[in-house]
């Protein structure tokens, strides 16, 4: 049973358009988040999300907005699609407090 | 801010040998975590190894051991008897202890290591 899933796992769309990507954890986690992975493969948080709740939103373009519709699922919606949004986009889940952090398999995304 | 910062962008070991891949971090705070996570080729991003910053005890996993030196800000791994599926980008993490929930990671910029035959 996959813990952390993803999709799609890639996705190659046009400038300007709107696309989702939605996650999943099967853990029981209370907190979710998303993190981005640039093309020198270095990874930045964006946004966490506790039971529903937004906690952490990083400078992230407004373009970007993450729903959250139970403590199950995190989806990240991208509008206005430009081609420095290319990159890998993952899903994670913990529980609360400081603990390991279980990844997705990343989505990745590819703006022509 | 927290900042983490690996130095070796690239290394390279022989099968069995022992190689150690170096971490500092910047930080201002007392109660903290660190993380090392490995993504292979495949792209999944796995856990190795955490460390809490309060244990002096220098945390271990099989194969994989950590040098913590808190008053240096340093976290750096050791993997022991390498395997050519240790071959993958190894990041270090920060993550600090808050008490609004959730707990970002701050990752490094990653070191490549390459386990050859």
């Known amino acids: 049973d996959t813990a952390v899933s993803q999709t799609p796992k890639y996705l190659v769309t046009q400038m300007g358009n709107d696309k989702s990507i939605k996650c999943e954890q099967n853990l029981g986690h209370d907190t979710m988040y998303w993190y981005k992975q640039d093309s020198k493969k270095f990874l930045k948080i964006m946004f966490s999300?506790?039971?529903?709740?937004?906690?952490i939103n990083e400078t992230v373009p407004n373009r970007f907005s993450p729903k959250s519709p139970d403590k199950a699922h995190l989806n990240l919606h991208i509008n206005s699609l430009e081609l420095g949004d290319s990159a890998v986009y993952f899903c994670a889940s913990s529980q609360y407090g400081p603990y390991e952090q279980y990844f997705g398999p990343g989505t990745r995304l590819t703006v022509t | 801010a927290q900042t983490v910062t690996q130095s070796q962008p690239e290394m390279s070991v022989q099968e069995a040998e022992t190689v150690t891949l170096s971490c500092t971090y910047d930080t201002s705070e007392n109660n903290y975590y660190l993380f090392w996570y490995k993504q292979p080729p495949s792209r999944q991003m796995i856990l190795v190894i955490r460390?809490?910053?309060?244990?002096?005890q220098n945390a271990t996993e099989n194969r994989f051991s950590v040098n913590f030196q808190k008053a240096a800000k340093s976290f750096s791994l050791k993997i022991s008897d390498s395997q050519l599926g240790d071959t993958a980008m190894y990041f270090c993490?920060?993550?600090?202890?808050?008490?609004?929930?959730?707990?970002?990671?701050?990752f490094g910029k990653g070191t490549k290591l390459t386990v050859n035959p």
């Open positions: 993490a920060f993550m600090k202890l808050t008490q609004g929930g959730s707990e970002k990671l701050v």
């Open positions: 460390q809490e910053a309060y244990k002096q």
């Open positions: 999300y506790n039971n529903k709740e937004l906690i």
